[in-house]
């Protein structure tokens, strides 16, 4: 309700009661929060399409970087130790020094961002899954080249179904991890909620960059409980 003085021609004072109404709807989320769930779905995303490129790669090359299935010869000696150096090069680099080098190639982006999560990740999976292939049980591969079965068969059909469930617990955990890497590279441009933090913390935008804090904190923990029920289950 709102009380205005007016005066008439007479120059008598009057008062005038006017009520106004301002209508409510429902909750309303703030720009803010767009902007921070925008960029939080652009980092869980780049994680999980880095982790599933890397499986792709990673997986068939574990079994040339497998000492129970190439070091056999010298050329099969030779295959193991190439791809065994190769995994143990890659992992030698930092993500962020990775994303930070293919930012100035390709400009600053989730793009870029998204490769340097892929190389490290192609080189942590490849050395999990190597390891995960030559502990196997060695009965089954035995029996199956006792009756004189392929390599390829050997492989698909002694080793495949024992390394399945280790191979899945080790994507869905890197996903986990992923996702916190990929929030640390957007602080040197590789794009999603990191990215979103480092303007905010620049521009002294507090509040957005608060709520940015919670969403990371909310998701790290959310992926932290999925990762672990997973493999819970799978073992």
Known sequence: QRQMCIRDRDGIPSRLEV?????????????????????????????????TFATIIAAPLSFLAAGNITRKGCLGSGVYYLF?????????????????????????????????LTVVTIASLGKLFSEAVENIDP?????????????LHTVRYGVVPQVIPDFVSYIVYHWDINVRISTIIG????????????????DFKWNQAGTAIWAIVIVVWAMDFLSAEIRKRLN
Do not use: H
């Open 84 to 116: 065994r150096s190769f995994f143990n090069l890659m992992r030698s680099y930092d993500p962020l020094v990775m994303a930070t080098i293919f930012g100035f190639w390709l400009s600053f982006g989730p793009f870029p961002g998204f490769l340097a």
């Open 187 to 202: 602080f040197v441009g590789g794009g999603g909620i990191g990215y979103y933090l480092n303007l905010s913390i620049n």
């Open 19 to 51: 009520d106004t109404l301002t209508p409510v709807g429902r909750l309303k989320p703030s720009q803010t929060l767009k902007d921070v769930l925008d960029n939080m779905f652009v980092t869980i995303f780049m994680a999980l399409l880095s982790t």
């Open 139 to 151: 009965g089954p591969v035995e029996a199956l080249q006792s009756v004189g079965a392929a390599p």
